[in-house]
């Protein structure tokens, strides 16, 4: 039974290890946006342009550090993955622990989307439309 | 042949934790903020707390999990019906899981992977079927993974929340989360739907009694696995309050943003301290602590399934094992039909749409497990009282019928069509009521068909591979 143990952990830990250095490899030891694009003057001002829409739609603010950092120039993952798998497989776990129970969604997460979406990649809103258009919504976050 | 006891209790309540808790529902909660505590903590109370106890009366008294506990105080057949429940949810739940292990993995090396579909294909069959060769090995195999995965991919990364996000604090970042004094604990009130919301997330905590099918691997069960219980509830809670508040620090409570999950709050927090490499890091824990969580459950549910093919009620085929005593044929089987939804749910975009749909067909099913194993506690209280118990539930009319009541309303709820996309609600009823007649049906048909020759409990099992002692 020893025997065995010692023979599974240094698999695990080799797969473990070989995931992890290629991932740092690839990646380059940084997220998936450089902080140079995600500081730059357009990421500054496209995030003063969401707060501005936020503040039209009655919800709050958010740190201009924290938009920059989450949308870059480009609106980062919330662009990529709009109308895509993770985008539906996220609103079907909206509210809910992921074993597969679907909730009413809260129309202030739909419209900071629509923000987000509008101020990043205004050319997918029609993809978010179609998809969040005849979602039922109610206002469960306090 | 007698299983070698190779589960301690304490690595058996990691491996409990493992089953139920992972961060990646965290994000789906952090949007409510300070009332997140409430939406986990009154599930805990009528439906987490009732399982871990009557789950602890019955594996100290009877080794073999809810196969053999509803058969005990039912019959084989509603035992094989419950059985059956907790596999089919299990099956159904493992493409969703694997699609968050895509995306995890994806953000390391390019995040646009995450919505391809051959990458995610690729993915969860490759992680499923690594998950099920480790499974072959052994419960100590399998036992090892897991655990370590917990600590590493679960555990590291729920503590990580906290740690950053008081560094985050500490070094100048602004709370997204109002003060204690200006909290809400309560979720907005909105009739119906806030029912939905709070009842939908006792699932937070469904799988709390699967591993009970490993007690027979344990040393002392009858006084060990209380011990597991208890600490798997410590656990669990542990991963998910508090670094579900540490999320809601970074992110504002409804700007969640539901595609980035977890790590958002990761970008966030590393960016603020100037590593913004962290969060690669992290994504990479995440990957390990949901393999661990697969490991995991492959080998419980279709364990049980065993024991009901030992009845007779399987065939023989089905019931061969390894030198390992690993159900073998039963997990090939199991993992066709996983490769068959994952590919359908990786390529299909009108299936993504409505997986969900087929996800709540089979919890409504688990939750009828549910309410079997709270009926058959009862029951065999009554009906089986001088059977030895390592554990007896304090009052148990009582935790029984909380538990039963929540597993019932939760089920009736689940009929509540919660999304407006075109359907009724009497089709979406319909939809429901046909989907888990479908899904359910399967024992009641091998139940009808089986025969004599297929009973081999009490006889030896012919091995796949022979062992030479």
Known sequence: MNDRRKNNLP????????????????SGCSGPTSTSERNSPEAQQLAQQLNADLAAAGLPEVPTNTLITLYGADGGLSCINVGNLQHRLSLAEF??????????????VLEYQNAVISTYCPDKLTVLEDLVQNLKTADTIP | M??????????????????????????????????????????AIVFMVPIALVAAELASGWEGGVFVWVKEAYGDRLGFSAIWQQWIQNVVWYPAQLA?????????????????????????LVVYWLSTLIAFRGTA??????????????????????????????????????????????????????????VSNFLSYAGM??????????DNPGKNFPKAIGLSTILILIVFVVPTLAISVAVPS???????????????FFAQLGMPWGTTVMAILIVVGILASVVTWIPGPSKGLLMVGKEGYLPKWLQVTNDQDMQTHIMIVQGIIVTILAALFAFIPSVQSVFWIFSAMAVQLYLIMYMLMFLSAMRLRKTKPDVERGFKTPYMRFVGWVGLIASILAFLIGFVEPTGTGVSQVSYTLVLIVGIVVLGVGPFILYAIRKPEWKTVGENTPDANLDAS
């Not at chain 2, 070698?4 to 808790?21: I, Q, R, Y």
């Not at chain 2, 646009?112 to 294909?121: D, I, P, Q, R, T």
């Not at chain 2, 989360?177 to 309560?186: C, G, K, N, T």
């Open chain 1, 95 to 108: 509210g809910s622990y992921p074993i597969g129970r679907r909730v009413f969604m809260d129309p202030k």
């Open chain 1, 11 to 26: 698999l695990a830990i080799l797969l473990l290890g070989t995931l992890l250095l290629a991932a740092l490899f690839l």
């Open chain 2, 141 to 198: 195999a399998f036992a090892n993974v897991g655990s370590k995965g917990f600590i590493a991919g679960t555990i590291i990364p729920a503590a990580g929340l906290v740690v950053f996000a008081l560094m985050f604090l500490f070094s100048g970042g602004q709370s997204q989360i109002p003060p204690v004094s200006q909290a809400s604990f309560l979720p907005a009130w909105a009739g119906l739907s806030s029912i939905v919301l709070i």
């Open chain 2, 254 to 268: 409804g700007s969640i943003n539901l595609t980035q999950g977890v790590l958002q709050a990761f970008d966030v």
């Open chain 2, 209 to 218: 009694e699967m591993n009970a099918v490993h007690v027979n691997e344990m």
């Open chain 2, 2 to 43: 007698e299983p070698k006891k190779t589960l301690s209790w304490t690595t058996m309540a990691v491996l409990t934790a493992t089953a139920v808790a992972s961060v990646r529902g965290l994000p789906a909660m952090a949007a409510y903020g300070w009332s997140s505590i409430f939406l986990y903590i009154l599930p």
């Open chain 2, 100 to 124: 968050f292990f895509a995306s995890a993995l994806a953000y390391v090396f390019n995040p646009s992977l995450a919505n391809n579909g051959l990458f995610n294909a690729v993915v969860i």
